[in-house]
């Protein structure tokens, strides 16, 4: 049996799904899933921000953390794998470094894509360094209810709309920080996230007005 590491070194054609994951939920697994099937992908790898570049409005819950949650939501789905590139380079979590770290671990790929959602892929113009990004792969664009998509239009360059696949995917109106703020108040998360991880973060009591397991102090 192949081993995760041996698919994806044998995998042509690969996505990066990126995000804070602050706690992954069933609208990242679903533009995964989707993204996988339309593009013909061999494997998505998910790779949660160590160190999120944009300033976040809420404290951060600790990189460890997050990856644990996000290792409980892909287990059991092979095309799923999980990665530390973020976490484990210094300094803020630019996007073009981890495609270029991607293409010298993986030289024999045919295709290297990003996903987003339609929010994040609207922000892409204001990504360091963006135009070599998007010269060393390609995006995949999902809607996200609550989002345009076709603002795009207004704001990308030609090279720039030429790079982005758009696909269209059942809606799922969940977001981490609608489901952090239920944890707040005491209400359920439950079929937001797969199980595993909210009993994850009931054991270790994530997003209660009283936890302070972030490491804001790093971002
Ligand atoms: P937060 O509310 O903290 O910003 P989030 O739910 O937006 O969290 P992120 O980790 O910021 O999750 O998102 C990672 C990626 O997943 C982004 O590209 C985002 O657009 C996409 N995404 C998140 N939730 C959805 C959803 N429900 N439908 C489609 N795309 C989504
Ligand atoms: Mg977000």
């Not at 593009?39 to 998910?46: G, I, K, R, T």
């Not at 998007?134 to 989002?147: H, K, L, S, V």
């Not at 981490?176 to 009591?205: F, K, N, Q």
Request: net charge negative.
């Amino acid at each position: 049996m192949l081993s995760t590491h041996d698919s994806m070194v044998s995998a042509k054609r690969l996505a990066i799904m990126g995000g804070t994951f602050d706690p992954i939920h069933f609208g990242h697994l679903l533009i995964a899933e989707q993204a996988r099937e339309a593009m013909e992908l061999d494997m998505v790898v998910f790779v949660p921000n160590g160190r999120p570049v944009f300033e976040k409005p809420h404290e951060v819950t600790s990189a460890e953390e997050r990856f644990r949650l996000c290792s409980l939501a892909i287990a059991g789905n092979s095309r799923f794998s999980l990665s530390r590139a973020e976490i484990d380079r210094p300094g803020p979590s630019f996007a073009v470094d981890t495609v270029q770290e991607f293409r010298k671990l993986y030289p024999n790929l045919d295709a290297l894509f990003f996903i987003t959602g339609a929010d994040a892929v609207l922000d892409i113009l204001g990504w360091h360094e963006y135009d070599r990004l998007i010269d060393q792969c390609e995006f995949i664009a999902a809607t996200r209810p609550g989002f345009k998509l076709d603002r795009l239009n207004e704001l990308g360059s030609e090279t720039l709309r030429g790079r982005i696949h758009f696909l269209t995917i059942p809606g799922l109106d969940i977001s981490s920080t609608d489901i952090r703020a239920r944890v707040t108040r005491g209400h359920s998360i439950r079929y937001l996230t797969p199980d595993p991880v909210v009993r994850r973060i009931d054991e270790v009591g994530l997003y209660r007005p009283d936890c302070s397991s972030s490491d804001n102090a790093a971002v």
